[in-house]
T-cell receptor, first 112, second 111 residues
Framework: NAGVTQTPKFQVLKTGQSMTLQCAQD?????MYWYRQDPGMGLRLIYY???????DKGEVPNGYNVSRLNKREFSLRLESAAPSQTSVYFC???????????FGPGTRLLVL | TQLLEQSPQFLSIQEGENLTVYCNSS?????LQWYRQEPGEGPVLLVT?????EVKKLKRLTFQFGDARKDSSLHITAAQPGDTGLYLC???????????FGTGTRLTVIP
């Protein structure tokens, strides 16, 4: 039982490049979330999926898109990366929307 | 955005000392959670408090939710090096399901 897994662990991009961050959970959770963590800012919600087949914007959605591929997987895409998107990205899941969230280990992204 | 300010931002203490970290907001929350995050890992939930004035204890950690449900504190007794980490509070707004995270307190306990 791996919990929440994220790939890749580290990534360096040039401005304008695109990439997709992958997240998978094996806890049969219905809800999944993407956060970014920046120094002095705490964790901020980018997008969430309350249940399979639905996605909604969080606090800071600009520059990102998401796909809830199936119940297990929730991906985050940066179409044209910008230096302001340099951050640590965390995926989380919960049994039901609003309940206790379990976090993955994070993806560290540097945009040059 | 419902801002949660944590203080202090950084705290370095000797093993065996006591400490308190604070989480404050001008907003009312239906519940508040505390997480600990270790380097290279995601946050892990420590506790959820729901009722104003509620106190919960987890071994040497004592969590309190303010009477008005706008603030919370975490007190650690006899800190140990294993307590080192980033402590995050997170509040859930009234009628909302999103969590709003605080800015974090980075604790270092020196052996």
């Amino acid at each position: 039982n791996a919990g929440v897994t994220q790939t890749p662990k580290f990534q360096v991009l040039k401005t304008g490049q695109s990439m997709t961050l992958q997240c998978a959970q094996d806890m049969n959770h219905n809800s999944m979330y993407w956060y970014r963590q920046d120094p002095g800012m705490g964790l901020r919600l980018i997008y969430y999926s309350a249940s399979e087949g639905t996605t909604d914007k969080g606090e800071v959605p600009n520059g990102y898109n998401v796909s809830r591929l199936n119940k297990r997987e929730f991906s985050l895409r940066l179409e044209s990366a910008a230096p302001s998107q340099t951050s640590v990205y965390f995926c989380a899941s919960s049994w039901k929307f609003g309940e206790t969230q379990y976090f993955g280990p994070g993806t560290r992204l540097l945009v040059l | 955005t419902q801002l949660l300010e944590q203080s202090p931002q950084f705290l370095s203490i000797q093993e065996g000392e006591n400490l308190t970290v604070y989480c404050n907001s001008s907003s009312v929350f239906s519940s508040l959670q505390w997480y600990r995050q270790e380097p290279g890992e995601g946050p892990v939930l420590l506790v959820t408090v729901v009722t104003g004035g509620e106190v919960k204890k987890l071994k040497r950690l004592t969590f309190q939710f303010g009477d008005a449900r706008k603030d919370s504190s975490l007190h650690i007794t006899a800190a140990q090096p294993g307590d080192t980490g980033l402590y995050l509070c997170a509040g859930r707004g009234i009628g909302a399901n999103n969590l709003f995270f605080g800015t974090g307190t980075r604790l270092t306990v020196i052996p």
